[in-house]
């Protein structure tokens, strides 16, 4: 397992080394409070944060950490068990520029990278300039960061608020999925009802908003396996069904036949429901596809008597090879909204089969459904289906270029390469933790993903990645 941090003197800092500033991300004008440092305008603004100390690691480092002189005679560094200060003595930033050296002008704060050297910072007209903000007013540059720093505190907040208002819509789904499944035998017509109404309300949230965003809802409602897949099926049908341009009532049924696709489970026992595909028996196999001739029965016992919603709950295990079930269907003749319906099953169940150990990752999942399982599906639909949820997909474990972890939270879908990632980072409260939209980061991209088995424990307990990954759509509003 890689190693934790190390604490180091700051003057041992250098380029390669990843870093953690120990305090919260709104204190300080990086965008991130842990980060790969790549230049020496860094090493300057945070020289000029005061701090005497920092916490590097190891693991997420290119470079090793600069040799203090054999002859220095400052205290040596605290152990790594010694925890950082969380609120160090600061001192004013750099003044002369927002960070970086005019190429033609000396750098008060030129700092030497050269193996063996103690790093020195030179005296100038900004440690002056600094020494006298209690009397002098703050340059422009000082009030562009404080600006930039409120500006961002109030954009990360904004997004907290939307996650807030996608948790509770989430939970009021979840919780219309339970009662309606609790209404199925004794009130079919209050469960149609509730049935149209969740999907009518979900419909209605992903046209209100020109560009929905995929969000990753961290529930932990217990024994909830069942009506997350079917929320989960429900949200990526229609989020595909929106980006194939379908009308509000073609939403309408696609949505309701996603919704109560396996409804014909209820009639299973509860151990066949349970067992995935390779552990069921042949008499096993039999019983369980009978589930969408129970699913057609239980839909018109509801008062559902659409084709097209009754075509995706008695279709929905065809494939586009003709292997599949319950009457070997083919190509067109599998109606567009079962063949959606299809995808999104078949994407959750391999992020959340019932032996968790077998689970993929949702870009594993999405990798696996086009390299080996593509003559099942709707290959433009899946293309389609792809695109819409990006290579990085909410719940996705990610190395960012500047060596940080984070999770994928949030796609969206016009913009795929650039989703919101919470980074890992416990040096910071995780309340607090930084969740960073890529596209105000232009120079911080995702180089790969990852598993969990590739983050230190810390981390990975501080991300807290379920093996569940819930879906639900929000709103973008804007940077």
Known sequence: MSQGPVRIDIRQIRPGLYISLGERWIDHDFLFNSFRVSTPAQIARIRAMGITHIDYWPSRSTEQPLDLPADDAAPAPPTAATPLDPHPAKAPPDLSTDGAQSASSPDPARVSDEPGRTPQVSPGPARAAASRLSTEPVPSTAQDDERERAARAVRVAARRVELARCERNYRRSVDAVRQLMGELFTAPREANQRAETLVGDIVTDLLSSPHAVVNLMNDAVPDAASRHHVLNVTILSLLLGRVLDLDEAALGRLGLGALLHDLGKAMLPQRLQ???????????ESAYRLHVDHGVDLCRNLGI??????????????RMDGNGFPDGLSGDAIGLSTRIVAIANRFDNLCHPFDTARALTPAEALAAMYRREVQAF?????????RALGVWPPGTLVQLSNGAVGLVTAVLPEDTLRPTVMVGDPSVP??????????????VRIERALRPADLEPEVLAYLSPRSSHPWFVGRDEGR
């Open 378 to 386: 709707d290959s433009g639909l899946l293309q389609r289906f792809i």
């Open 430 to 443: 995780r309340a607090e933790a930084l969740m960073v939209d890529l596209r105000e980061a232009p120079d």
């Open 274 to 284: 349970r067992l995935d595909p390779e552990q069921r028996t042949r008499h096993e």
């Open 305 to 318: 008597t659409d084709t097209e919603v009754l075509a995706i709950v008695h279709r929905h295990h065809e």
